[in-house]
């Protein structure tokens, strides 16, 4: 599969890997990674599938549509937000029939526990899946793009420098650092962290890699400062943006019709245009994953 375009720009050969246009349930890496998990799931025979995530989560909206498309219960744990109202992401995953328990934040551990107790001793086979797709299979998708990538590479003759992408809870950035060592590949791969600060966010990556290694017994020397996990351009937090991303958006959609969020994608790549502008990054290849999210851009787009 060849999803990655050249899009015109100064300075730079400038490339997007659309994961956005995964076909299943509006794509993005979520849908990469949900792909992974439903052949576990489906070998396993089981008919219980349980998960957490916000309102604004894509993994919720793409693991009740496939739970909803084979038929199986779905169970989301979501914190309790400031925001009451439904988006377009918890609307689909109430349409997609799934049910929704909702605690504090700090209960969450506590609540998905009892929801597998409960669900066990209603006698289904039950599936957990960590938010966000984290886990050595959602790291195995990653793994998977990036062989994408290469071949994307070796198709058209080029190296890429720098490979940029937002990252969250890390899996993403794992998966293709794995598959950078596994390749022997030089391209920088470049996190721009969408929430967490970087010891949080660098750690849980390492961990994530090295979990990856040991499953598959793959000898390895990666160390934690060979993470690039950005976290300048967080600007308080998830879920927080300022004007200047909001400005971006509209400029990339209209130049190339290609649509941001101001969560995800948007963030990053206003993060990448500062992190290029501030270390005077010229003449280089550089890809930009996206790894979608639309819904969410159709949330903001009435603010735009
Ligand atoms: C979840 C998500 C990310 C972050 O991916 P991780 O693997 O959690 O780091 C980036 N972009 C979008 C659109 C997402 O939904």
Redesign the pocket.
Same mark, same amino acid.
């Given at each position: 599969m060849n999803n990655i375009y050249k899009l015109e720009s100064n300075n730079n050969n400038f490339y997007i890997m659309r994961d956005d246009l995964l076909p299943f349930s509006f794509g993005? !890496?979520?849908a990469r990674k949900a792909e992974l998990f439903f052949k576990d799931i489906l070998n396993k025979k089981c008919n219980c599938v349980i998960t957490y995530g916000s309102k604004s989560s !894509?993994?919720c909206r793409i693991i009740s549509n496939y739970c909803a498309r084979y038929n199986l219960d779905c169970q989301i744990i979501s914190p309790i937000s400031e925001e009451q109202e439904d988006i377009n992401n918890s609307y689909l995953v109430k349409l997609f029939g799934a049910s929704v328990t909702t605690c504090e934040i700090e209960d969450v551990k506590n609540t998905i526990q009892n929801v597998i107790s409960r669900k066990r001793q209603e006698g289904y086979n039950t599936y957990f899946i960590e938010g #966000?797709g984290h886990g050595n299979i =959602?790291t195995q998708a990653y793994v998977n793009a990036f062989y994408n990538i290469l071949e994307f590479e070796n198709e058209n003759n080029i190296k890429f420098d720098y490979i940029f992408h937002?990252? =969250? /809870? #890390? /899996?993403?950035?794992a998966g293709l650092i794995v598959g950078k060592y596994i390749n022997n590949s030089r391209t920088n791969i470049i996190g721009i962290s969408?929430a967490r600060n970087i010891e949080r966010g660098r750690k849980v990556i390492y961990d994530s890699v090295k979990s990856y290694m040991e499953e598959n017994k793959i000898e390895n020397d990666i160390g934690i400062e060979d993470i690039n996990f950005i976290d300048k351009y967080i600007v308080g937090g998830y879920g927080k943006y300022n004007e200047e991303i909001c400005e971006n958006i509209k400029e990339i959609l209209k130049k190339y019709g290609i649509p941001l969020d101001t969560t995800?994608?948007g963030k990053a790549f206003w993060g990448m245009k500062e992190y290029i502008k501030e270390n005077k990054i010229m003449n280089k290849n550089i890809l930009f994953i996206h790894? =979608? =999210?639309t819904p969410l851009f159709f949330d903001n787009i009435k603010e735009m």
């Open positions: 993005g !890496n979520k !894509n993994h #966000g =959602g937002a990252s =969250g /809870t #890390g /899996t993403t950035q969408i995800y994608t790894t =979608g =999210g």
